[in-house]
């Protein structure tokens, strides 16, 4: 089943005569260029939503809905549905429907139904862009222009980044590229080896522009800093050359690959070598040892067990769809008290827990038993194509290979990245893979059976089903980033008065964003209305916004209101939840002190100092005595600086405190 070799000659690497913009293949290439990019386009970078984000959504759905629109009217898509075979029907698109439709069930018991809506309709997309991949890849030089649009992905992605990260390694100064790309690191990997698949099929200059997209990739892993994409890329370089090694068909490809091979080792270590005479260090190195990483390393197995009580106390039903971190806090809590020694606790303490870091833990831990069930009849199908692969192992082409071994390298990211199918643009990413396997592995419908699957009332159903995802997952991201913005507007309000119109409009579009709530909660703390700060920072609290320094600013309105028992309360709830964070032992020892409740007081302090007795002693100093008395005694007496302690936004939160009641220090401060 080897790929005609026309399909490479009509893609601009060799092409005589240019693409045709008007080609609905092309503008679907672009479609996918543009859902890939729009989570890091600038543009309005404050408009950030609480856990689940809207850029890639929004896109991803406008466009899919211009799509559907056109096929619904588009006599070569509606055939193609008729004629989708059984195989491909039962193993990917029916569980993925079901899928669907247990995560829609899941709102009647989730914490948060917006978060349930989220989920459910990301996923829809998916299966409809499936659809529309599978169709685009039957088009001529369906396959080339898909590839291209990849190989645009890798340089519009990598080139800046690599750029960054090499130009910054050289001159001595840091780079926060890590941050920003390392949930693309994941998804490009894993298509790394349809990439390489179609590079090494390229003839002359074509095959040197190839050569060089597959090595920006490899030089993009290595400035993401990301442990787990170097090691799937170096995976996945092994597998596709012991395929193109082990297959007699494929020889004319393995004096190609061993100098590809060559290239990912020369040149990385070139230009690594000029940073460490420069810098003294190889930046992907050093994240392997920090401290930063240690903490990383604990956080995966902390996490599952979280992940594995929400599961235990939910098995049926789970927490509901995308709700894990909106409930971690609370099985945290859970965990805590069953597990006191565990020093893990003392994880995230300054981070909101997003997502499980294991995609098949958090199904189960959301979705329950049927949940995880259902995911895995998606695995069988995929299963199921391995299966056919080995069996007619002599026959597929290189590029099937390839979106097999990207398959494996995606579902063993899921299991210790949190990124997998929560972001959009590498849920995409999968289905490409997917999407590229079934076209060389499944038979078409006239080969397995010539009676249509779908009737036209099915497929009318379909589009009708697809069409209203992407209007909700678009009116969804809409209302969600508009909330933000009214929020942001609200805090450039100079009175309460103003102010308060634009956070309940905020409220009203998106009642369950915990940032929303904690925004004003801080305007009405900035504003001295603490009584009236408290319940929204209660709320953010509950929604799943419960860092210990959130739980600090809650105290600190209720301490500022006079209501210092209600301010115990709080920090003994956040004791609870975080066992092994000096920063809230400390600052519940010192309130116990104020409400003299001295021996309690001198029990936690104990146990502060026991868990780090520098950071201990800070602590207290700081919250005691401000910032600068803080200061001189840490030089005097040896203890951490006051930026040095941990979680550093807890430093402004006391300072912010402070401020309210000792006035002369904010000169002082800021002097």
């Known amino acids: 089943m080897q790929e005609s070799t026309d399909i490479i000659r009509q893609t601009v690497f060799a092409a005589r005569t240019p693409l045709k913009l008007t080609s609905p293949s092309v503008w679907f290439g672009i479609g996918i260029c543009l859902v890939t990019l729009v989570p890091i386009v600038s543009i309005a970078p404050w408009l950030q939503t609480f856990i689940h984000p809207w850029r890639a959504e929004l896109a991803a759905s406008l466009i ?227 401290e930063a990483t240690q903490e990383s390393n604990n956080v995966r197995p902390f996490f599952s067990r979280i992940a594995l009580e929400m599961f235990k106390a939910n098995p049926v039903t789970g927490v509901g769809a995308d709700n894990f971190g909106l409930e971690f806090n609370r099985y945290r809590g859970v965990y805590a008290s069953a597990n006191p020694g565990d020093r893990n606790l003392s994880i995230a303490e300054g981070e909101i827990a997003e997502r499980a870091h294991n995609e098949y833990l958090q199904i189960a831990a959301e979705l329950g038993i049927p949940g995880i069930m259902i995911f895995a009849c998606l695995l069988c199908g995929v299963a199921w194509m391995f299966f056919r ?100 507007d609200a805090e450039s309000s100079l009175s309460v008065e103003t102010a308060v119109p634009f956070f309940q409009t905020a409220s009203a579009l998106d009642d369950q964003n915990a940032s929303i709530h904690a925004s004003r909660g801080a305007y009405m703390f900035g504003a001295g209305a603490y009584a009236e700060a408290a319940p929204y920072f209660r709320k953010a609290i509950d929604l799943g916004r419960a860092t210990t320094t959130d739980y600090s600013y809650l105290a600190s309105v209720q301490v500022l209101a006079g209501d210092k028992a209600a301010a115990a309360a709080t920090l003994a709830e956040a004791v609870h939840i975080y066992p092994y964070s000096t920063f809230i032992r400390t600052r519940y020892a010192v309130l116990l002190k104020e409400i003299a409740k001295m021996s309690e007081s001198a029990k936690e302090f104990d146990i502060a100092m026991n868990i780090n007795s520098r950071q201990a002693e800070m602590w207290r100093n700081l919250i005691e005595d401000g910032a600068v008395a803080a200061s001189r005694r840490s030089f005097d007496n040896n203890l951490v600086q006051v930026m040095d302690l941990k979680p550093e936004s807890a430093i402004y939160a006391m300072l912010a405190e402070r401020e309210i009641l000792h006035p002369e220090e904010k000169v002082a401060i800021k002097f």
Not at 226 to 242: C, D, F, K
Not at 424 to 434: E, Y
Not at 460 to 474: P, V
């Open 64 to 290: 899919l809905l211009g799509f559907l629109i056109w096929a619904h009217g588009n006599t070569g898509f509606r055939n193609y549905l008729a004629d989708i075979n059984r195989s491909e029907l039962f193993a990917i698109i029916l569980p993925c429907s079901v899928f669907v439709t247990w995560s829609l069930v899941s709102a009647f018991f989730a914490g948060s139904w917006k978060s349930v809506m989220h989920h459910s309709l990301v996923w829809s997309i998916y299966l409809v862009f499936y659809i529309f991949i599978r169709y685009f890849l039957n088009q001529p030089a369906g396959r080339g222009i898909l590839f291209l649009a990849l190989a645009a992905l890798v340089w519009m992605i990598g080139l800046p980044a690599v750029f960054e990260y090499y130009t910054a390694g050289i001159s001595g100064g840091a780079s926060s590229i890590g941050v920003r790309y390392s949930k693309y690191a994941e998804m490009l990997t894993a298509l790394f080896p349809i990439i390489a698949a179609y590079s090494l099929k390229l003839k002359g200059r074509s095959f040197w522009l190839g050569a060089a997209t597959m090595l920006l990739l490899w030089l993009f892993v290595i400035s993401s800093l990301s442990r787990t994409a170097a090691g799937l890329y170096i995976l996945g370089t092994l597998m596709m050359a012991g395929t193109i090694f082990a297959f007699r068909r494929f020889r004319h490809y393995r004096i190609r690959f061993a100098l590809l091979t060559a290239l990912f080792i020369f040149v990385p270590a070139l230009l690594h070598s000029t940073g460490y005479f420069t810098t003294g260090g190889v930046p992907i190195l050093e994240r392997m040892r920090d």
């Open 389 to 488: 692969a080995a069996k007619n192992r002599r026959k597929l082409s290189l590029s099937t290979f390839g979106a097999l071994i990207g398959i494996l390298l995606f579902l063993a990211s899921s299991a210790v990245t949190s990124y997998s199918f929560r972001l959009v643009q590498n849920g995409l990413a999968f289905f490409i893979l997917l999407a590229l396997a079934a076209k060389g592995l499944l038979p078409g419908a006239a080969v397995e059976s010539p009676r249509k699957i779908l009737s036209p009332a099915a497929a009318r159903l379909g589009f009708s089903a697809g069409i209203a995802a992407c209007c909700l997952l678009a009116a969804l991201s809409v209302s969600r980033a508009a909330a933000v913005w009214y929020v942001f």
